[in-house]
């Protein structure tokens, strides 16, 4: 059970985006210097001008392939972000409470990066901007969301025997991340490891009494 | 114990504010007109002209009391989110249970009013300015962080008969008021019942295993 069979059909979410190829370093370095010039000089510093400067791409270039800043710093959250938020379950018959502190801490040095430092901005934008919010939802969080869900019950599943319904599961994933983002954009603090620490503890007392 | 004497020096942090007070009414006629044009039109769309417009007072008037709009509304915080936010424990001996969701329950209706949107509004913007940022906390955040980490600590004292430390008080604050603001800030839609029961249940099982 732990090695799934390798699956012979396409799978529909790997299909790979059709339309030009030949420009993705100049994608991959508007990507980066959208993420660096954001961290140096803040949401407001960011232009399409400066980006395209710092890439080294024409600015014509940078519109050919989106809109706005905000739809390149969406870009660069689906490739970062994605897989910084990844929940590494280890194999095997470890304890729940070291793995899903192992993830928190994960989570909270995220928010030091500069993808972390992108979704913030973004977060930010979006309280005052409701196509922002629009596009940081459908393009990312949703997702994320799934993914979150997904991690949290294997964690609950294979390490503390324990399965939680889709509400709980939601209820739980709010409650681990929610003192972490509370934390990062409220306070705008580096997060303590007692924050982390206490909010595992808090998921796993909650999913233990959920299931009984 | 539970009877502190009455200190009869005076508190240093209940001065009254030195300057022309014969402008009150014009002072809170700013304070509406912004509160409803940021409702109305957004943070982008609210300015000192339109608020000097809705208020029926001088542009000028305004730039002898405040510097910004983000000024206006840190005045609207303190005013409106102090109330809004203020814990109102019963006196007698009811449930903690009951007592800490009815209060995490106002917490969540609160950022559906236009001072729960006023602070979703400037915690939007401090991702993007570090002077709102500053002005923030040092504004607002900081003092109502005190007063929900004495609120809560005097509903665990008198229902759960429990007393925690500082740091401990603390972390059971992020935990209490972090998957709201997750909800509200990330996700931005109204908050389910269900959130507020488990989250004000994981606080308690976490406050009552802090304590043995």
Redesign the interface.
């Known amino acids: 059970m732990s090695k799934p069979t390798a699956d012979a059909t396409d799978r529909p979410d790997v299909i790979s985006r059709t339309g030009p190829r030949r420009s993705e370093s100049a994608r991959l370095a508007v990507l980066h210097a959208a993420d660096d010039l954001l961290v140096e000089r ?3 510093g960011l232009t399409i001008e400066g980006i395209a400067q710092r890439a080294g791409v024409a600015k014509q270039t940078i519109y050919r392939w989106w809109k706005s800043k905000v739809d390149i710093l969406l870009d660069t959250l689906a490739d970062d972000a994605r897989d910084a938020l990844q929940w590494r379950i280890p194999e095997g018959d470890t304890a729940a409470e070291e793995d899903l502190k192992a993830h928190l801490r994960r989570v909270a040095d995220f928010f030091q990066d500069p993808a972390g430092q992108v979704l ?2 973004l ?8 196509k922002t ?1 629009a596009a940081l ?1 459908s393009g990312f ?1 949703r997702e994320q969301r799934e993914r979150d869900i997904a991690g949290l019950r294997a964690l609950l599943t294979r390490s503390l025997h324990v399965t939680v319904g889709d ?2 599961a939601g ?2 994933v ?2 681990s ?7 990062a ?4 603090e580096p997060i303590d490891e ?2 982390v620490d ?2 595992a ?3 796993l ?2 999913a233990r ?1 959920s299931a009984a």
């Not at 977060?123 to 409701?130: N, S, T």
């Not at 954009?185 to 705008?188: C, D, I, K, Q, T």
């Open positions: 803040g949401f407001a913030q901005a977060v930010g934008h979006a309280q005052l901007d409701e919010a939802r969080l509400q709980t209820r739980l709010d409650l991340f929610g003192p972490l983002y509370y934390r954009l409220v306070f705008g007692e924050v206490a909010t503890r808090a998921v007392m909650l009494e």
